[in-house]
């Protein structure tokens, strides 16, 4: 028998947190992020994440497992979610997946098998020595010359990703898709893109009044490379060219609400590209929590 599993998702700043909660304690669920961001340390204001008042005793994984400098992929959230999902069901509970991070989730639901190809420090270290001798371009046509279609798929410039590529490539890591092992609801939240975007840009100033600056000079404090995962997201990536004095203060704030309402389309977008997906509309938060319960009573 297949392994119940929900998935909210949705755009930034729709109510996933709120509604993943409310459905956790009516079902008997705990919650499993699918965020980039939220699985760092310290990476608080600027992921919107969960705070210990907000997740009113429901347990939540996949937050704050990697400090700043870790690289976390597709593949980790993959191999943890599964392990996660496994141990909430025998426990009798209810695994819940809310997140934003639309790559995560199709990996899930797609059932993509990502082979055998795990990871491998020394082989890693090796490569990371190689790349700072000869530089990102050389390595990339050495890694073309090896397989052309995962070197296809590299970033520009994006060193993580190019290591990543070569163990694949090395170890033979193919990414199949397969017959998903869950049986999955998927609840997408969605809100009438003007009421959305003026949601995201309080958001954003709400941020910035609580300590988003400041955040981020600690984390720097702390030994976070400006060039790390997290440090790349929205929020944080724009912070770090005001500390750098190459924006000003309100060109920060602007590139933030820009680039999040941005984001959100995308994920809108992503969203409409994927079947069996359930749109409930959050503007009225207690009518989508009644349309919430009876697509779930449905399906159980």
């Known amino acids: 028998m297949k392994e119940k599993v929900i998935f909210i998702l949705g755009p930034t ?4 947190t709120d509604m993943g909660v409310f459905l956790a304690k009516k079902y008997n669920g705990e919650i499993i992020s699918a965020d980039s ?9 600027g992921s919107a994440k969960v705070t210990e008042n907000e997740m009113q005793g429901v347990p939540h994984h996949n937050i704050d497992i990697c ?7 597709v593949y980790d959230f993959v191999n943890l979610t599964k392990q996660k999902i496994k141990e909430i069901s025998q426990k009798g509970k209810l695994p819940i997946i809310v997140g934003g991070t639309g790559l995560y989730v199709k990996a899930l639901t797609n059932g993509y098998n990502f082979g055998e190809a795990q990871k491998n420090q020394k082989f890693r270290e090796k490569i990371e020595k190689e790349l700072a001798e ?4 050389k390595m990339l046509k050495k890694l073309y010359s090896i397989n052309p279609e995962i070197a296809e798929k590299v970033n520009k410039n994006n060193k993580h990703r190019l290591i990543r590529a070569f163990e694949i490539a090395t170890f ?3 990414q199949t898709k397969q017959f998903c092992e869950y049986d999955f609801k998927i609840i997408a939240l969605i809100r009438p893109r003007e009421l959305l975007y003026d949601k995201i840009n309080l958001r954003v100033d709400k941020m910035l009044e609580i300590g988003l600056v400041d955040e981020v000079k600690t984390l720097i404090k702390q030994g976070a490379k400006k060039d790390s995962q997290p440090m790349k997201a929205i929020g944080y990536k724009e912070v770090v060219e005001f500390l750098e004095e190459r924006i000003d203060y309100k060109t920060m704030s602007e590139l933030i609400k820009q680039h999040s309402r941005n984001y959100a389309k995308r994920q809108l977008t992503f969203l ?3 079947d069996n997906v359930n749109y409930i509309d959050t503007t009225d938060f207690e009518n989508a929590k009644t349309q919430s319960s009876k697509l779930i009573e449905e399906w159980k």
């Open 67 to 73: 400090h700043a400098n870790d690289y976390f992929t």
């Open 172 to 174: 033979g890591e193919k």
């Open 37 to 45: 961001v939220q699985v760092y340390k310290g990476f608080d204001i």
């Open 13 to 16: 700043g729709v109510g996933k």
């Open 134 to 137: 000869i530089g990102f371009e």
């Open 272 to 274: 409409r590209g994927m």
